[in-house]
């Protein structure tokens, strides 16, 4: 690992990680930034741990990087996590031994009025009247 995250790395991580947990609606989370734990994977930037269930989620910015950092790969990743963050309960669904035709339904309606609620009534005003 030849790069060391500094915590203005970090700063920018959490700001941009906070400006997509806003624009998506993703409140009912409790939400933790973490930067002191390395990530085992070297090609890993970041890295989601959530709880579905428990509405709790860990977003961690890897302290090694093996290329040099800059602020829009930091953005990108963190980016990239809160969507991680997004989907969970859609992966843990698709990986489930079990689930039931209504909890694939019921998850697949809880992203589609997240993306209403965040995408569709911010950009639609900016599309005009057709």
């Known amino acids: 690992m030849g790069y060391k995250t500094t915590k203005k790395h970090f ?31 070297d090609s ?11 509405m709790q989620c860990s977003l961690m910015l890897n302290p090694f990087w093996s290329d040099k950092p800059t602020v829009e790969n930091i953005r990108a990743a963190a980016f990239h996590e809160v969507c991680e963050n997004l989907l969970g309960k859609t992966d843990s669904l698709a990986k489930a031994r079990y ?32």
């Not at 930034?33 to 994977?41: K, S, V």
């Not at 970041?46 to 428990?54: L, Q």
């Not at 689930?99 to 809880?110: F, K, Q």
């Open 11 to 41: 700063s920018v991580f959490m700001e941009e990680a906070g400006f997509w947990i806003n624009f998506f609606g993703l409140h009912q989370w409790d939400i933790s930034f973490f930067h002191d734990i390395p990530i085992e994977a």
């Open 99 to 130: 689930v039931t035709v209504d909890e694939i339904n019921s998850e697949r309606h809880s992203v589609i009025s997240i993306l209403y609620n965040s995408v569709y009534r911010k950009c639609r005003p900016l599309l005009g009247k057709s």
């Open 44 to 54: 890993v930037l970041a890295c989601c741990i959530a709880d579905s269930d428990a």
